[in-house]
Every structure is written in structure tokens, then in C-alpha cells.
């Protein structure tokens, strides 16, 4: 059996998320369909990160045990010719059977877009998000670097979050000007489910002068969803990168996520 590692890139806005469901169409159900026709049995893959409804990702990895001897440029190959044109595996290697997608990832990054006009822009349908209002991005900035350093965030995620520890570590959080609008960026341990969302709803308010960035800390104390009450749509956010052990990559994946993750663990 060899354990194969696949980097993928995906359009969200026709899928109700990474996760396999009942019914519906997903980026795993997508995958593990290409999988079953090759090997003539049912495959399941694990992911790094499960997106969202309407979510994208320039950056996701999934891995699989197969007992088929294939290359791995066979591999990119034959998975790319059976995706839909909104799903594309940038590169395929394979890894120690100790390796786990879910386990050896050790950051992700997400980047929330919004743009701004005084009209909607049909162009940026399901990319973007679309905000009239004038923002104060300074502030907003100011407000989400509020976020940096380990905390509880029961009162930034979905009250449907089930797991039992809502503590995670945020490296980086800031917001950014763009041509279009504004841009927010966050890199974290983890993430609970909606957790940038929720933010990114506060984040607005903040821009929109109806919050201040002095009330992060006090929030995020209380631990209690309802002083957030607001969710960010799902189009403007992106899974932007992924960072995994050292350990668990070859050299060719680039020494970016060594790096990072480097920094990560000297400034938590």
C-alpha cells in the first residue's frame, strides 16, 4: 500500500462543502468518485481542512492508501482528467504511512474579500463579498490584530461547534487595502467552525463604527456567542494555505511552510 498526498485548489461557490454528504455535491464526493471508478472499490481521502458551503481554497491537501502502483505524475494526471473544471491537483507525491493530513497540519491560512462600489459587480459573484458601506479599514485593522495570541473563541465561532476545547493560537491577523476594497488575512493553529466568519462580521461592524477594537479582548472573555450574533457570507472567504510538518513533506513543496513554521512556534 502506498499513502498518497495530493495538493489541491478549488472554486466553492457550486459546492456545499468539502465533507461528503447524503445529497449534493462536494469537493470529497468529487474525489472519492474519480477514486472508487480506479480502483473498483469505495476510497476515502483526509483532508487537511473541511471548507464550507460556498468556501474556496487556493491551497488544500488530501491524502489516500492505495495499493495500485501508479506514479505520481500518473496520478495528477488521471485525477485531473476526471475533475470538473472547478477542482484542479496542482502536484502529487507520497508520503510515510505515519504521515496524516489532519494530524501534521500545523497552520492554515484564510483570507476574507470584500469589495467595494456603489453597485454590485456580477463579475464578482461568489468571490467576493459585497459591502456599500464605507469602511474604516484602519480600524478594522487595528481590531483584528486584537485576535493574536492563544484565546478561547467561543464567542467568535457557531454555537453548532462541537468540539469540547474552543482554544486555539492566532500567528497573524490583519486587514489590508486592495484596489477593490479590503482584504483580511488570518493565520492560526486552527480554526473552529465559522470562527473567520464570525470575525470577519465583527470586523465589518468595527469598519462601520457600530464596534470598537477595544472589545475584542472584552468579548472574547465573556465567552458567549450572542455578543457576536452576526456571520459573514461564505463567498468572500479562502482557504489560502496550508502549512504541514517539516517532517512530513519532501523538498520540493517549497521551504515556505518549514519556515513558517518555524516562526510560528518562536512567536505563538
Not at 461564505?234 to 520540493?252: C, H, N, V
Request: charged content about 25%; glycine content about 6%; proline content about 3%.
Amino acid at each position: 500500500m502506498q499513502r498518497v498526498l495530493v495538493k489541491i485548489s478549488y472554486h466553492g461557490g457550486d459546492f456545499l462543502g468539502f465533507q461528503i454528504q447524503n445529497q449534493g455535491r462536494t469537493v470529497q464526493g468529487c474525489l472519492e468518485k474519480i477514486l472508487k471508478r480506479m480502483h473498483k472499490e469505495a476510497i476515502r481521502i483526509h483532508p487537511s481542512s473541511r471548507t464550507d458551503r460556498g468556501v474556496h481554497a487556493k491551497e488544500q491537501y488530501f491524502h489516500f492508501d492505495t495499493p495500485l502502483n501508479i506514479s505520481a505524475v500518473q496520478w495528477q494526471y488521471a485525477l485531473n482528467r476526471g475533475l470538473p473544471n472547478d477542482i484542479y491537483v496542482h502536484h502529487v507525491q507520497f508520503v510515510d504511512h505515519d504521515f496524516h493530513c489532519r494530524y501534521d497540519c500545523v497552520g492554515k491560512t484564510y483570507r476574507y474579500s470584500i469589495y467595494q462600489a456603489e453597485h454590485r459587480n456580477p463579475f464578482f459573484a461568489q468571490l467576493k463579498t459585497y459591502e456599500p458601506a464605507s469602511l474604516d479599514w484602519g480600524a478594522m485593522n487595528e481590531a483584528a490584530q486584537s485576535f493574536i495570541g492563544t484565546h478561547d473563541f467561543t464567542s467568535f465561532c457557531s454555537q453548532k461547534t462541537e468540539v469540547e476545547s474552543k482554544e486555539r493560537t492566532i500567528y497573524e491577523s490583519y486587514v489590508i487595502e486592495t484596489s477593490e476594497g479590503l482584504d483580511f488575512i488570518i493565520t492560526g493553529s486552527g480554526f473552529l467552525y465559522n470562527m473567520v466568519r464570525v470575525i470577519m462580521a465583527f470586523l465589518i461592524e468595527v469598519g462601520k463604527g457600530k464596534r470598537q477594537a477595544k472589545e475584542v479582548s472584552t468579548i472574547l472573555e465573556a465567552k458567549d456567542r450572542n455578543l457576536v450574533p452576526h456571520t459573514a457570507p461564505a463567498e468572500g472567504l479562502y482557504l489560502e494555505k496550508i502549512y504541514l510538518t517539516p517532517s512530513a513533506l519532501k523538498k520540493d513543496f517549497g521551504s515556505d511552510i518549514r519556515i513558517h513554521y518555524k516562526k510560528s512556534l518562536q512567536n505563538p
